[in-house]
């Protein structure tokens, strides 16, 4: 089975902003129809494994539905990934918190 057209297809939906960082790549020993990895380090590559004999069992609509799906778990790595901004609000919440449980809002 060539899975060249159907990844074609598949890259045709996927939404702009994966489409330059993903890869799609076939494996048929997988047990998986398919496997995603997050980036790891400063890699901003990601990869779908897609088990493409396993892939064509499924009917047209939900081969779409789980690519976006794994395409939407993939990126949710990004909003836990801890940075300076997040910790700039942190310390806004905490001092808010603080000046809260005192009731002295203004600081006098």
């Given at each position: 089975?060539?899975?060249?057209?159907?990844?074609?297809?598949?890259?045709?939906?996927?939404?702009?902003?994966?489409?330059?960082?993903?890869?799609?790549?076939?494996?048929?020993?997988?047990?998986?129809?398919?496997?995603?990895?997050?980036?790891?380090?400063?890699?901003?590559?990601?990869?779908?494994i897609?088990n493409f004999?396993?892939?064509?069992?499924l009917?047209?609509?939900?081969?779409?539905?789980?690519?976006?799906?794994?395409?939407?778990?993939?990126?949710?790595?990004?909003?836990?990934?801890?940075?300076?901004?997040?910790?700039?609000?942190?310390?806004?919440?905490?001092?808010?918190g603080?000046?809260?449980?005192?009731?002295?809002?203004?600081?006098?």
């Amino acid at each position: 089975m060539n899975p060249d057209p159907e990844i074609r297809r598949l890259l045709d939906m996927m939404p702009a902003s994966s489409r330059m960082v993903t890869k799609l790549k076939s494996d048929p020993q997988q047990g998986r129809v398919i496997l995603y990895r997050r980036p790891q380090g400063l890699s901003q590559q990601r990869s779908l494994i897609i088990n493409f004999q396993l892939w064509l069992e499924l009917p047209p609509a939900q081969r779409d539905l789980l690519l976006l799906s794994a395409l939407s778990w993939q990126r949710t790595g990004q909003w836990l990934k801890p940075g300076w901004r997040q910790g700039l609000i942190l310390i806004g919440l905490l001092g808010t918190g603080v000046e809260w449980l005192q009731t002295d809002v203004i600081g006098w």
